[in-house]
């Protein structure tokens, strides 16, 4: 079944009416969600009506419906991707072996942590990003911004599904943790770093969507790999949303140096300051923030949990389907170490490198992203180019944390020398403020902030000044 039944109180497409025990806790939770979309979702906007796209089936052709929603409406649901026939683990020791159905016993621990971190991340990035709505650059990406967040808030969901269907109480309690936690909480923060930082002006937003949303890319590619069959269709699902989130993030940036570029072009002579725009040299700085802080997501180079997760088939590589070898048990991990103060190669097992193997594959997929930014500039005849910061750059996880090390070449550098350069490389407290004296509102039609050009097209097929929300 691939429809999702929309009459019950939950939507679905997990057959929940057939099972009164989990639709009753799930409709428990359901007004504790609603109580925190409240305080911590963007609650002013809550009687708004906003041009939404709401999951109707998983199928790979025609699963979303456009249409006008205000946001506590939006029906937020429980979507598998459809269960494979005959289905089996596709890598670790139990490589062969049907996928399981249900928690296998001697894994139930990882696995619920396993879960629990993914989800933390989802209410995380809506605490973050729940004040942006107030200045917006346009109706277009305010209509973006609460896209994301009601499916954040979806995902939440999805994992949440999952713990109260096969965890039992302590699932139950993992859910209510969920709500609780806050983003940048000192006392009760979210799980991960990034997720605690602030999102407070738009172009953090746009990195954080590019940067961060794509480390959830490859986390939720990697649990989509998983033996453990449920998790793994939950995430095929969330990855077909999760790509508009990067969308969002890949074009936003892109438009902001489409406006800086242009304005350079027209007015050599001046400071795009003058005009309202976000100079290039801070574009990158922010550039190497969010990058340095959403590498440090996929955890220490050599890991021995990465390896448990591997070898018990609960977590798998991205794309695990290319690799010629799914027991990854006798191959080795060349990887540059950073041990008490200076660089050697090392070769590790490779299933104690697969936080590592997960990070190569995000930074290849960073570096498309900044290859689409420079397009701009060679479109526009610049000859500014952008570079993603060095894995080592600005690291606060892993061996690298240890040590100061220059964005471009990667280069170890002594405390005085960081000092002397690090604010060319990230954002100061004056950038800070200059980009957020930009953040003013523009809510009408078809109008955009003055340190941003409109995008190529609108959404579902809509103009570019569509009312892709009412505010009146
Ligand atoms: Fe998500
Ligand atoms: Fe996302």
């Known amino acids: ?3 999702i039944d929309y009459s019950q109180k939950i939507p679905n497409n997990v057959d929940l009416a057939g099972d009164k025990r989990l639709q009753r806790a799930l409709e428990a939770w359901q007004p504790n969600y609603l109580e925190w979309w409240a305080q911590m979702g963007p609650t002013d906007f809550n009687t708004k009506d906003i041009y939404l796209r709401t999951a109707i089936n998983v199928g790979a052709e025609g699963w979303a419906h456009f249409g006008y929603v205000k946001m506590p409406d939006y029906r937020w649901g429980i979507f598998l991707a459809p269960q494979e026939e005959g289905r089996t683990v596709g890598f670790g020791d139990h490589f062969g ?3 399981w159905q249900q928690v296998p016993g001697e894994y139930r621990n990882w696995l619920r942590r396993l879960i629990v971190t993914q989800a933390d991340t989802e209410p995380a990035s809506v605490e973050q990003q729940r004040l942006l709505g107030h200045t917006a650059p346009s109706l277009y990406d305010l209509r973006n911004l609460f896209q994301v967040n009601v499916e954040e808030g979806r995902h939440l969901w999805a994992m949440v599904y999952l713990l109260h269907t096969y965890f039992g109480k302590d699932g139950r309690e993992e859910a209510e943790e969920l709500l609780h936690r806050r983003s940048g909480n000192a006392d009760h923060p979210r799980i991960l770093g990034t997720f605690n930082e602030p999102c407070e002006d738009w172009l953090s937003f746009f990195c954080f969507t590019m940067f961060t949303d794509r480390d959830g890319k490859f986390q939720l590619l990697a649990l989509a790999e998983s033996g453990f069959d ?4 939950t995430c095929r699902f969330m990855l077909t949303e999760e790509a508009h989130h990067m969308f969002v993030g890949q074009t936003g940036v892109g438009r902001v140096i489409e406006k800086t570029l242009t304005l350079m072009k027209e007015h050599p002579e001046r400071d ?3 005009f309202g725009a976000i100079p290039i040299e801070i574009i990158q700085k922010y550039i190497n923030f969010w990058a340095s802080s959403s590498t440090d ?11 448990n997760f591997f070898r018990s088939g609960l977590k798998g590589r991205a794309y695990e389907e290319k690799q010629a070898d799914h027991l990854a048990l006798d191959q080795a991990y060349a990887f540059e170490n950073f041990v008490d103060g200076r660089i050697s190669k090392e070769e590790v097992p490779l299933r104690n490198a697969m936080n590592e193997v ?6 290849r997929d960073n570096q498309k992203g900044i290859d689409y930014w420079n397009r701009i500039a060679e479109r526009l005849n610049s000859p500014v180019r952008f570079t993603l910061p060095h894995r080592r750059f600005n690291r606060k996880i892993g061996c690298y944390s240890s040590g100061r090390f220059h964005p471009a070449t990667g280069e170890l550098l002594d405390e005085s020398t960081w000092q ?3 604010e060319q490389w990230l954002p100061t407290a004056k950038d800070k403020a200059y980009v957020k004296s930009l953040m ?5 039609k078809g109008q955009y902030a003055s340190w941003i050009a409109a995008p190529a097209k609108g959404i579902d097929d809509k103009g570019v000044d569509y009312e892709y929300v009412k505010l009146a």
Do not use: F
Not at 297 to 307: D, K, Q, R, T, W
């Open 420 to 422: 002397a350069h690090v």
């Open 297 to 307: 997501l996929y955890g220490a180079e050599i890991s021995s949990n990465s390896a």
């Open 1 to 3: 079944m691939t429809g």
């Open 440 to 444: 003013k509102p523009v809510y009408e």
């Open 272 to 274: 795009v300051r003058d």
């Open 358 to 363: 997960l990070r190569d594959e995000y930074v």
């Open 97 to 99: 072996q049907p996928a």
């Open 230 to 233: 449920p998790l793994s269709r």
